[in-house]
Each structure stands twice: as C-alpha cells, then as structure tokens.
C-alpha cells in the first residue's frame, strides 16, 4: 500500500468515529428527550433547550463538537500531505496517534468527564499535529 493511503486511514478512521459520537449523541439526547418530554421551541435561544438535558447526556454533544472544530486542521493538513505526495512514516504514526488521541479524549470527556484529564489529552493530542504541521510546512515552502 501507498505511504499517501496509509495517511488517509487515520483521517477516514477519525470520520467514523465522528459518526460513532454523532450517533452515539442521538442515542442518548433523544430518549432524555423524550423521558422529559421536552416540547422542543424554535424560538428559544440555541443551546437553551439542551442545556435542560442531564450532564451525562450533554457530554456527547459536546464532544461531537469538539470533534468538527480542532480536527479540521488534521482533515486539511492530511489531505495536503497526501496531495503533495509527501511519504514519511513519521507523518502517519502522527496522524495515527491524533486519531488515538482525539479517541481517548472523545472517550473521557462522555463517560465522566475528568476534566484536568480530558484537558491533559487535548494538549497531548496537539503534539502530533504539530508534526503534521511542520512536515507540511517544510514539504510546501521546500518545494
């Protein structure tokens, strides 16, 4: 296999676990919905319904979020990678361990929360990223 396909397993591995919070999300907020009865009110401020929602229920959404802000720059920094041809090993074990990262962090933040610890990961998570940075970087501007 191509370095360039192995650098797009983890970028497609952290889509699918994208949509395994985004499910996950619905499979909790919609029966505390429903156990609720929630009346759902268009009119009411965004966030201002949910925020009715247990903490426990909350966490999923929240993480789901989390998952569609910081790892675009992972999406945008493989794809680049991969459209420049670069093929290092150290690029795909970074991406590899953002994914991994970004999984445990996802799992902390929806089972309890540990927030020192959720935080812990966060940072870690940006170490390799900032790989995949500086080896996009140097393959860009040493063109």
Known sequence: MEVSSQL??????????????WL???ATRLPAIISMRLEMD???PSGEQMAKLPARVRWKADN???LMEQPTLFYA???ALSIMG???ELAIYAAWAFVVL????????VLGNKIELRFAIFVASNIPLLFLVFI???SAFNS
């Open 77 to 79: 920094l493989v794809l």
């Open 102 to 109: 970004r999984i445990i962090h996802s799992l902390v933040h």
């Open 8 to 21: 797009i397993q983890p970028l497609v591995a952290l889509v699918i676990w994208s949509m395994v919070m």
């Open 42 to 44: 268009p009119m009411a």
């Open 136 to 138: 996009a970087a140097r």
């Open 86 to 88: 670069v093929s290092s």
């Open 24 to 26: 996950w999300m619905y």
């Open 64 to 66: 789901y979020n989390h």
